[in-house]
């Protein structure tokens, strides 16, 4: 369940300022048709490095402190402190509760469109992306799966996690791949933006319910 939410919960972090920013500023030049997109393909691969690299280092990070700190908690109570944040910010996307929500308040910088290449851009976005604490993020999945990195106890599997949240958070930007224009993927994301703050509360109060459920059984 943790795993599934850490691809969803990256998925849904596009509705987030870094999200819009990165959808419509790493985008093919010029009109669009076969050879713009394959000049452009170099940075979605990049992208998709940063985005590597900030898995590698915050999981690995993550990790490590979880291993010198948690790696002898037993698994239950972290289960159980995982389901109680779940519900906790389930409630509060939801507007029932306030939750802390320490965020820094930053998004990629706009400005680094007139000094650098596309694909160092998309490098660039993809590492500050990828680290998920560097920008703001407007999930509170993000908790959940640090959760899961922290107290997992072993490196590899909170960089396999972390990785997960990050595939989410990269795969939306290969709709730049398609004939479509960017006002109109920014218009479908401000459609859906409340829906999928509901959607991230109901995930995370079904996540929270289904975990307690399974310990207490």
Request: net charge positive; glycine share 10%.
């Amino acid at each position: 369940m943790f795993l599934i939410i850490a691809l969803v919960g990256g998925f849904l972090s596009t509705w987030s300022p870094c999200g819009y920013s990165s959808l419509s500023l790493l985008r093919p030049a010029g009109k669009y048709s076969a050879r713009s997109v394959l000049r452009w393909a170099p940075t979605f691969f990049t992208h998709a490095v940063g985005y590597a690299v900030g898995a590698v280092v915050l999981g690995g990070m993550l990790g490590a402190a979880g291993w010198l700190l948690f790696r002898n908690v037993p698994l239950q109570y972290s289960v159980g402190i995982l389901a109680v944040l779940g519900l906790g910010y389930g409630a509060h996307q939801l507007g029932f509760l306030r939750m802390p929500y320490p965020q820094r308040r930053a998004q990629v910088p706009h400005d680094a469109r007139f000094r650098f290449r596309s694909s160092v851009i998309g490098l660039l976005y993809g590492f500050s992306l990828g680290m998920n604490y560097l920008t703001y993020v407007q999930t509170p999945m993000l908790y959940i799966v640090t959760g899961v990195a922290l107290f997992v106890g072993d490196i590899k599997t909170a960089i396999a996690v972390i990785a997960l949240f990050n595939i989410g958070r990269c795969l939306p930007v290969a709709v730049n791949f398609l004939p479509v224009k960017d006002q109109s993927v920014q218009a479908w994301l401000a459609r859906w933006q409340e829906s999928a703050v509901e959607v991230d509360g109901f995930l995370l109060l079904s996540l929270g319910a289904a975990a307690l459920t399974m310990l207490a059984l």
